[in-house]
């Protein structure tokens, strides 16, 4: 049925047959029990129209509907109850993570775990090892300070204290391209934009704090977790203005001229005020072997342990004398991070563990290419044919990754019935309650009821995801929005979301 104009008060002739087969229908339900699904079961699975609420906040932001795809479809009825656009390919942003991490619950399993080996190359001698360290990495997404140091007093407690040579990092597992971190946007230093590597240590992130210090009439900035590799020239200027949208009133620079001693120099500008309290903005400063030397030795020492070697990115030698073997959290826990709080990194690493399983020990390399073959394979058994599927990194993080909207509702309606589905589900944003759909919502009916994948891109806004209506009915919900306004749909969004808790579909 087309979508007509709300300001034209006249029936065409799909409205007027729709009103004919409802009623015939409708009959037919009292007279002879037929069962009902949905309105979409109602006419023949044509879905509703789009609802006015969502319209006019489209019309509003300046967005044409030929922009927008939506796919709504209730679990377990037969027919979508409302589509738009539904087989047409867009780029889904960060939306792309729920075919990543559905697919790595069922290829990888949700109890998988990824390895960390620690070697020993030279001889051990009453807690000195009189050698080198050696630490190969088979692309742990969660990696991070925690586990890092988890990983650091595990080997500890083997009673090494002292290590005379220097850390080699092997990074050998990983098969890729070599790629320029900047590529994307032209932001190489932010986090988002780092690469995959093998032994990724704490997604080589430094944080900045920013914390008003009222009484000095000052902004403290403090560099973490390895503050002495970061020389910060603070030229903030402390306000007491409204907080909005704080980052835009802070110009933070990386110097490349500041470079002395692998001694990243960030200077910040501008003005913060006090009314925003303490803040975060984080950054990919460090190369990984300056990254890693600093924060192991941090640990190393912390632990009463001895280390003054630098860290070498090599391919490990033979003949090693195997020491620890660190753990990752279970996958199942892991895509929490990766679809709550959209972790691209730890999205792309996953997403590199399908065309090998993460295996241990062998020569077999993980690349891009088998992984994706893998992929495919695994929709093609499922009987999921997305033939205009361009999935690039598994991060959603690209400009050539594409789904149309139906596409990406079977997925998730295919997931509904698979067994992973509680962790797959769990692991979403809960609207107005956590993850990236912390503030929306709120104060909404939906508050609670919607586990929602959001994604964002320049030119894209996306979301897609589960809701439990007010009938007690679960209902897909997806929507995509590739327009030079997307970012004034999330209004148009959120109306979808209520429309669908209401009850209109069931």
């Not at 807690?127 to 650091?152: A, N, Q, R, S, T």
Request: proline share 5%.
């Amino acid at each position: 049925m087309k979508l007509t104009n709300p300001s034209d008060s006249s029936f065409d002739i799909a409205t007027m047959k729709y009103i004919y087969f409802s009623v015939l229908i409708c009959t037919a339900v009292l007279l002879f029990g037929m069962p009902i699904r949905s309105l979409a079961d109602l006419y023949g699975g044509q879905p509703v129209q789009l609802p006015m609420s969502v319209r006019q906040q489209l019309d509003k932001a300046g967005i044409p509907l030929s922009a927008v795809g939506i796919y709504v479809h209730p679990v377990g009825a037969s027919n979508p109850a409302l589509t738009l656009n539904a087989d047409v390919a867009m780029n889904p942003a960060s939306v792309m993570k729920l075919i990543t991490t559905y697919a790595g619950l069922e290829i990888l399993g949700p109890a998988y775990v990824w390895q960390t080996l620690v070697y020993a190359h030279g001889r051990i001698d009453k807690g000195v090892l009189h050698g080198d360290l050696v630490i190969k990495g088979y692309g742990d997404p969660k990696l991070d300070l925690e586990h890092f140091w988890l990983m650091v007093d595990r080997l500890r407690q083997t009673g090494l204290q002292e290590i005379t040579g220097n850390l080699i990092l092997d990074h050998s597992y990983y098969d890729l391209p070599w790629g320029d971190p900047g590529t994307f946007d032209g932001q190489p230093y932010r986090t988002y934009n780092i690469l995959p590597e093998a032994l990724l240590i704490n997604y080589r992130s430094t944080a900045l704090h920013l914390m008003p210090d009222s009484d000095k009439k000052q902004v403290r900035v403090v560099a973490d977790p390895i503050p002495a590799s970061v020389h910060v020239v603070n030229n903030l200027k402390l306000t007491d203005r409204r907080c909005g949208f704080w980052r835009n009133q802070v110009d933070i620079v990386i110097e490349p001229s500041g470079h002395l001693n692998n001694v990243e120099q960030v200077v910040l500008n501008g003005s913060y005020s006090a009314r925003c309290g303490r803040q975060t903005v984080m950054f990919g400063l460090h190369d990984s072997a300056t990254y890693a030397r600093d924060l192991f030795k941090r640990f190393w020492t912390q632990q009463g342990g001895v280390f003054q070697g630098e860290a070498i990115i090599a391919e490990a030698p033979v003949d090693l004398n195997h020491i620890e073997t660190y753990y990752s959290p279970p996958l199942a826990e892991i895509i929490r991070g990766i679809n709550k709080y959209s972790n691209n990194i730890a999205a792309r690493q996953l997403y590199l563990a399908f065309g090998t399983a993460g295996s241990v020990g062998g020569k077999q390399q993980a690349t891009l290419e088998k992984s994706e073959y893998v992929l495919r394979r695994w929709l093609a058994a499922k009987q999921l044919n997305f033939s205009e599927l361009v999935i690039e990194n598994g991060s959603g993080l690209s400009r050539i990754g594409r789904i149309n909207a139906r596409h990406m509702g079977q997925l998730l309606l295919t997931a509904f019935n698979s067994p992973v589905m509680p962790e797959f589900i769990s692991s979403m944003p809960i609207a107005s309650v956590d993850g990236t759909m912390r503030g929306r919502m709120i104060g909404t009916a939906v508050s609670g009821f919607a586990h929602i994948k959001t994604g964002t891109l320049n030119g894209v806004k996306a979301m897609a995801g589960y809701i439990l209506n007010q009938s007690g009915q679960r209902v897909v919900v997806v929507m995509f929005v590739n327009h030079v306004y997307a970012e004034r749909s999330r209004v148009a969004m959120d109306m979808l979301l209520e429309w669908v808790f209401s009850g209109n579909v069931d």
